[in-house]
């Protein structure tokens, strides 16, 4: 069985920086599509940031300018930089991916991790 595995989130003042990273915990299943979700306490989970598997990305609009999803083909990684965080930016963040093993795919959620801004 193969997971995701996400890191980086944590506690952080608003205007501050942190990078998350997503990857396969089983190396023959890469990354072909991702997408960064966030869950919030009594909220519906979002769509933050996603990325096609031609490299295209787009963003809810209340992260364009702030966050940036990227990928790491040759560490079969995918990352989202936060920058200038905000508040109401504090959720629960997931990592979801369209993972490809010899031509099936399978679509992979992670545990999620927490990202705490503090005003």
């Known amino acids: 069985q193969v997971q995701l595995v996400e890191s980086g989130g944590g506690l952080v003042q608003a205007g501050g920086s942190l990078r998350l990273s997503c990857a396969a915990s089983?190396?023959?299943?890469?990354?072909?599509?991702a997408g960064w979700y966030r869950q919030a306490p009594g909220k519906q989970r979002e769509l933050v940031a996603a990325?096609?598997?031609?490299?295209?990305?787009k963003y809810v609009d209340s992260v364009t300018g702030r966050f940036t999803i990227s990928r790491d083909n040759a560490k079969n990684m995918v990352y989202l930089q936060m920058n200038s965080l905000k508040p109401e930016d504090t959720a629960v963040y997931l990592c979801?991916?369209?993972?490809?093993?010899?031509?099936?795919?399978?679509?992979?959620w992670g545990q999620g991790t927490q990202v705490t801004v503090s005003s």
């Open positions: 990325l096609d598997s031609g490299g295209s990305t």
């Open positions: 979801n991916a369209q993972l490809l093993r010899l031509g099936s795919f399978y679509d992979v």
């Open positions: 089983r190396s023959t299943f890469q990354i072909n599509a």
